[in-house]
């Protein structure tokens, strides 16, 4: 699968997406820290992860990617709810005791 991340020890790391379908060498530093290598050159650096298949990503390494109809990735749009609690209609609690005493007289 091609997208911009690197498998690692069952966890994937982000690397910028220019560098999709290019070989990415690893360094473990034995300190808690990733760095990825293109060429030579540091591209990326993550801290380790001690868990399993879990995912680290860096919004920066995302930008300027583009949709495979090379239109740049839309960003979302806010939203504006007019009404974003629904009505609630409010009644004593004198009609819940109500109900109590009567689910106890039932019983």
């Given at each position: 699968?091609?997208?911009?991340?690197?498998?690692?020890?069952?966890?994937?790391?982000?690397?910028?997406?220019?560098?999709?379908?290019?070989?990415?060498?690893?360094?473990?530093?034995?300190?808690?820290?990733?760095?990825?290598?293109?060429?030579?050159?540091?591209?990326?650096?993550?801290?380790?992860?001690?868990?399993?298949?879990?995912?680290?990503?860096?919004?920066?390494?995302?930008?300027?990617?583009?949709?495979?109809?090379?239109?740049?990735?839309?960003q979302?749009?806010?939203?504006?709810?007019?009404?974003?609690?629904?009505?609630?209609?409010?009644?004593?609690?004198?009609?819940?005791?109500?109900?109590?005493?009567?689910?106890v007289?039932?019983?």
């Amino acid at each position: 699968m091609a997208d911009a991340y690197v498998s690692f020890e069952a966890n994937r790391y982000s690397v910028p997406w220019v560098y999709i379908g290019q070989m990415v060498e690893i360094q473990d530093e034995k300190n808690g820290i990733l760095r990825f290598y293109c060429n030579g050159h540091l591209i990326a650096e993550h801290p380790k992860q001690m868990g399993r298949y879990q995912t680290v990503s860096m919004k920066k390494h995302f930008e300027g990617i583009r949709t495979a109809t090379s239109k740049p990735v839309p960003q979302p749009t806010p939203r504006y709810v007019s009404n974003s609690s629904p009505e609630v209609l409010e009644r004593s609690l004198t009609a819940y005791e109500e109900l109590a005493e009567e689910e106890v007289m039932l019983q």
